[in-house]
């Protein structure tokens, strides 16, 4: 196990391009003392964790045709685009299974991130029983309008990705010297603000912590790319993400689309194996 922090950035349906990145660390048997994950790169990371090659891939694409995984009727049933009880329960526990024992026995450990409503502030959440703890992967992957409010403990909380989508300074508080990053846009992106703020003052008008967070979203975002790039000259970073600007929306049904980014995913990846190994290990 390499002592270090793997911190896996969340974008939706841009996360096949992580599941291939995946698949190529399990195939190398990469394992890491940290992870981090935000929300679809929680779950994601929790794939990972459990060493289920392939699983991240096929739970994001197996489904899409299946209105309980993600569908307007979905939306307008129940306040969540992407069905939590399909996601969280019906998959793991039925459809393709979870591997929980993989999970408690791996040595490192698994923190998601989410956002306080109320305080506008991240959480970081230390996963110990998948089982149990489920719930966690969900607030981290609530996406703002497309999903409700997740409550745990008496707290509401929505996507983490509002507050710290690259939780690379997290990492670093944490001791870990050297991270590896895994983003899912390519070295041009840069976040513009959200058209969309009046809305969400409306329809979060009883959280303006959480409405201030997603107007300075942009802001806060670039700047961390910016800290990652000074990290990355340093050389206590290594960054893994598209060679190319990615083409499909953060909601993407084209499963070939999909495919082709998983692809890219994985055969970047190990095409840099060596060099990120030498990072690990200097």
Known sequence: MYSAGLIFEG???????????????????????SCYGVSVGACNAASFIAKQRRRAYRVTTDYIGDKRYCSILSLLRSGNLFGPEMLYHIIPEQLDPYDYDAFARYPGKLSVVATNCETGEAEYFHLKNMRE???????????????????????????????DSIPIQRSIADGNSKNVVVLTQDITYRKEPMKIVPLLKIFYRNYPNLVHQLATRHARYNQTLDFLAQEESAG??????????????????????LAALYDDGYRETMGRMEDLIAFLEK
């Open 133 to 163: 703890e489920v719930e966690m992967l969900q607030a981290s992957s609530s996406l703002p309008l497309l999903a409700k409010i997740v409550r745990i403990d008496g707290k509401e909380y929505l996507d983490g990705g509002v507050v």
């Open 236 to 257: 206590r970073a290594f960054v893994i993400r598209p060679k190319k600007p990615v083409n499909i929306g953060r909601v993407e049904t084209n499963k070939t689309k």
């Open 11 to 33: 974008g939706g349906m841009r996360g096949a391009y992580t599941t291939g990145v995946i698949d190529a660390f399990l195939d190398n048997d990469l394992e890491f003392s």
